[in-house]
């Protein structure tokens, strides 16, 4: 199994990246994938997460309202579309799956599961003021 994220770079305060995930070995459907990031110095955090079949998202707080999840099952790829972004934004992006339709949490809330099966490289984002 293989995930490789790209699309990461440096981009200005206000601009858009999209990142995606493509996957080798695995197929989305029944699995969970998140993005998760790492800023230097701090702690893993989840960004958002969508199931299949059934395409449920989640997102953290901090980015709900300008990051979309979503996934092409023929590409086998998961993207994330990044607006508006914000220096804290910046750090390195990875993508993550699992066979589980409920890696994501409950329905009504994002609970990012940090042991997740499979994981990406990780690709830089950059934002700059």
């Known amino acids: 199994v293989q995930l490789v994220e790209s699309g990461g770079g440096l981009v200005q305060v206000g601009g858009s990246l999209r990142l995606s995930c493509a996957a080798s070995?695995?197929?989305?459907?029944?699995?969970?994938i998140g993005w998760f990031r790492q800023a230097p110095g701090k702690e893993r955090e989840g960004v958002s997460c969508?199931?299949?079949?059934?395409?449920?998202?989640y997102y953290s707080d901090s980015v709900k309202g300008r990051f979309t999840i979503s996934t092409d099952n023929a590409k086998n790829t998961v993207y994330l579309q990044m607006n508006n972004l914000k220096p804290e934004d910046t750090a390195v992006y990875y993508c993550?799956?699992?066979?589980?339709?409920?890696?994501?949490?409950?329905?009504?809330?994002?609970?990012?599961?940090?042991?997740?099966?499979?994981w990406g490289q990780g690709t830089l984002v950059t934002v700059s003021s």
């Open positions: 993550a799956a699992e066979q589980s339709t409920y890696a994501c949490g409950p329905a009504d809330e994002y609970r990012p599961r940090y042991s997740m099966d499979y």
């Open positions: 070995g695995i197929t989305f459907d029944l699995h969970s």
């Open positions: 969508i199931t299949s079949p059934d395409g449920r998202t």
